[in-house]
């Protein structure tokens, strides 16, 4: 079974109501082939690839946007998951790419981040620890030998962490978001003219000028043609010149600039602007701040109010080990049906705040009802923060108030909750129906007037009433 969202094996150990420590050391033993850990998706038909109707476990796939509607697809009218193949810039060069947890993306997953143990058969090239690793030019493979240019492209995709005797290997998988190097690159041009040196985005535009001509730089974006321009002529930089400002550093006072423009230079130790109108303004700000207290080393300060820093050991971050939230949650602290933890803006569908849902495969966030499996035992579930999941969010992980209306049995701190048979209700009377599902959401942590504070954590467990 794929492990998702961060944690290798098991719960984290939650104790705030911000934040979560990840700490381990990850061994290729404690994975299984074809399985991994952190960030996992659920979505996605099955498109073209070497075993039509499934994807292949540990193999790399690219995330195709449109509908394919050949043989083997369930999910014609939904994104579809392609073999990736360095021979073509179109299967994986610029996409989201994953690795397949299971057959069935929006069953078992994709792993678009994170730690996966690699079989054999989908590794070409010999493995070598911390060696990068990049997509192969043999469908659905990774390799440990970079593709060729200009035939081929260049995406590096990971790290090796660890390998076996029988060639398996275990990456942490964190494609990079940039790849180079294919022929079919449009726009490049490499000029053979007295400027030998000179590489062309377009015919009029120069990126590397090693023969220091007066030739300009530019790019280009949706809104402007002159987002970046080096002006090779008058030795300036412009931003989004567009918008008439270029900056330039002078290393002393400037000169008025040119009309409708402004200059940022140096003058000593202060920088300063100054505008067409010849009046020069130093940009570092004037005014105080108080300290509040004694800040501990590593703590992370913030405003109190609008002139008051002030160090919180609620939040600490050493650079040799990683960001630590520690507090102490009260139900107080939250509004009902509010929560903190994990929140993905993600899925279709009307929801409730604070209700309890389960992600359907159409990708629709469904009311859980313990009375049956299909609607709540072995799906994603999740805390609705508000009416519109994919803008208001749904905690997966985390810490949650509930209010009394969406809660059934008796509240006792420290016991488990569960699904309810009273749809996308919580409950801490264990379903006992015959055909009914039991499941622990997560545990109460306190409560006042008949609302509950959760610290949600769904079991992956769940049994069947006979």
């Not at 039509?52 to 994104?79: E, I, K, M, R, V």
């Not at 299971?102 to 070598?128: F, H, Q």
């Not at 609008?306 to 990683?322: P, V, W």
């Not at 942590?445 to 069947?464: N, V």
Request: proline share 5%; with cysteine; aromatic share 8%.
């Amino acid at each position: 079974m794929a492990k998702q969202l961060f944690w290798a094996n098991g719960d984290p150990s939650f104790i705030t109501k911000k934040g979560f420590n990840n700490i381990t050391t990850p061994a290729i033993a404690d994975f299984e082939n074809g399985t991994g850990a952190g960030e996992i998706i659920k979505l996605g038909g099955i498109g073209y690839h070497a075993t039509p109707g499934a994807t292949l476990p540990g193999a790399c796939y690219w995330l195709y946007q449109s509908g394919h509607t050949t043989a083997g697809n369930d999910y014609p009218n939904a994104p579809t998951w392609w073999q990736t193949d360095s021979d073509d810039p179109n299967f994986g060069g610029n996409d989201i790419i994953a690795i397949a947890m299971g057959t069935v993306p929006v069953i078992d997953g994709m792993l678009i981040r994170g730690i996966a143990r690699i079989p054999d058969a989908y590794v070409n090239g010999t493995p070598v620890l911390g060696k990068e690793i990049f997509i192969s030019e043999s469908d659905h493979k990774i390799d440990f030998t970079a593709p060729s240019p200009p035939s081929e492209f260049v995406r590096v995709i990971g790290y090796c962490l660890d390998k076996n005797d029988d060639g398996d290997v275990l990456i942490h998988f964190d494609p990079d978001r940039t790849w180079l190097g294919h022929s079919a690159l449009a726009g490049i041009d490499d000029q053979t003219s007295s400027n030998d040196d000179q590489i062309t985005i377009k015919d009029t535009e120069v990126v590397i000028n090693e023969d220091s001509d007066d030739l300009d730089f530019r790019v280009e974006t949706n809104a402007t043609a002159t987002a970046l321009v080096v002006d090779g002529g008058g030795d300036l930089v412009k931003i989004d010149a567009a918008q008439a400002l270029h900056l330039k550093d002078l290393g002393g006072a400037a000169n008025t600039p040119a009309s409708g423009y402004g200059v940022m230079y140096v003058n000593g130790d202060t920088p300063y602007f100054k505008t067409d109108g010849g009046v020069a303004t130093s940009m570092i700000g004037g005014g105080s701040a108080d300290i509040s207290g004694t800040p501990a080393d590593n703590q992370i300060s913030v405003w109190t109010d609008a002139d008051t820093l002030e160090g919180t050991s609620n939040l600490t971050f050493d650079t040799t080990k990683s960001l630590n939230v520690i507090t102490t949650p009260a139900i107080g602290n939250f509004s009902d049906d509010t929560g903190e933890g994990e929140v993905i803006n993600f899925g279709s569908g009307t929801t409730v705040a604070g209700k309890l849902y389960y992600l359907h495969t159409t990708g629709a966030w469904t009311a859980v009802d313990a009375d049956a499996v299909a609607t709540g035992a072995d799906q994603l579930l999740a805390i609705a923060l508000g009416t519109a999941p994919s803008t208001h969010g749904m905690l997966i992980k985390g810490i949650a108030r509930i209010d009394t209306a969406n809660t059934n049995g008796t509240p006792v701190v420290g016991k488990p909750v569960y699904v309810s048979t009273t749809v996308a209700e919580f409950d801490f009377t264990a379903p006992s129906g015959s055909g009914d599902f039991v499941r622990i959401v997560g545990y109460c942590l306190a409560t006042t007037g008949g609302d509950i504070l959760i610290i949600f954590s769904p079991s992956t467990d769940w049994i069947e009433i006979s």
